[in-house]
């Protein structure tokens, strides 16, 4: 699943060809990912122009002259394409975006697990997420005081996107690991230093993440270079490239999980 640095590259990658843009129409294929009713947004949508693009943890925002958000979540296998409208379309385009320069944004989505929202409130999209770890207000005392009267193990936690927004499967693994702990820690045990450690982790690995352009692991998703720099995520019986132990992977709150049982102690 495409996680704050995949969508944060995609986000990127839009608002040159889109910013400034304004939507003629939607074809709706799919009609499953829509959450909006369809004839709603078929209405609303047309005649408003693209202000700007922004992310929220893993979410598209579309922000729209007339004062609503489109939000496109990519799920598992989502991609948004900018191309000719006489272009033939992809078999996996499940929604089109019609645009004032017979250009089209295509959101194809294999899984058809994708949404679609427009809405004029954000919050009842995004309003139960939790912080943006990159946001420049967040700081080290603000990331301390949400682990208070908290329990349970770490890994599960991080992956809990009203806990903190964006961060997933891989990022968790590579922040434990960054930071020295191992992500079946029980978060009531972790001391102020460790905290401080798993903060700049976790910031210093979304950066990286966002530098390589995100991670790509099949064709599905068309990601960056980040997937060459794992330590540990998917390096499972291989040596520790810090001190030569074989990478464990275990389950974990349902989510594969790999770490250094030596530097993760």
């Known amino acids: ?5 995949e969508v944060e590259t995609v986000v990127r990658g839009l608002r040159g060809p889109l910013v400034g843009r304004t939507f003629t129409g939607v074809t709706v294929l799919w009609p499953n990912s829509i959450k909006t009713p369809v004839p709603e947004l078929q209405q609303r949508l047309p005649g408003q ?8 943890a893993k979410y598209l925002q579309f922000h729209l002259s007339d004062g609503d958000m489109l939000f496109l979540h990519l799920k598992m296998s989502g991609d948004l394409l900018v191309e000719p409208e006489d272009e033939p379309r992809h078999p996996h385009v499940r929604t089109i975006f019609g645009l004032d320069n017979a250009h089209e944004l295509r959101f194809k989505d294999p899984r058809k697990f994708g949404r679609v929202y427009l809405v004029t ?7 139960k997420l939790g912080p943006e ?11 301390k005081s949400l682990f208070q009267k908290r329990k349970g193990r770490l890994k599960p936690l991080l992956l809990n996107q009203e806990f903190i927004a964006g961060v997933g499967n891989i990022y968790a693994d590579e922040s434990c690991f960054l930071a020295g702990i191992n992500p079946q820690r029980q978060v009531n045990t972790l001391a102020a230093e460790e905290l401080e450690r798993l903060y700049q982790a976790i910031r210093q690995t979304l950066n990286a993440g966002i530098t390589w352009k995100g991670a790509s692991f099949d064709s599905v998703y068309r990601g960056g270079e980040f997937q060459d ?4 995520y998917g390096r499972t019986d291989e040596p520790c490239l810090t001190c030569g132990t074989p990478i464990v992977r275990l389950v974990l709150g349902g989510r594969s999980t790999h770490f250094c049982p030596q530097c993760q102690k």
């Open 133 to 143: 770890p990159l946001a420049d207000n967040f700081a080290l005392e603000d990331f």
């Open 121 to 127: 409130d954000p919050g009842q999209v995004v309003g």
């Open 49 to 56: 122009r693209i202000e700007a693009i922004t992310r929220r």
């Open 1 to 5: 699943m495409p996680e704050l640095p």
């Open 229 to 232: 720099h794992f330590r540990v």
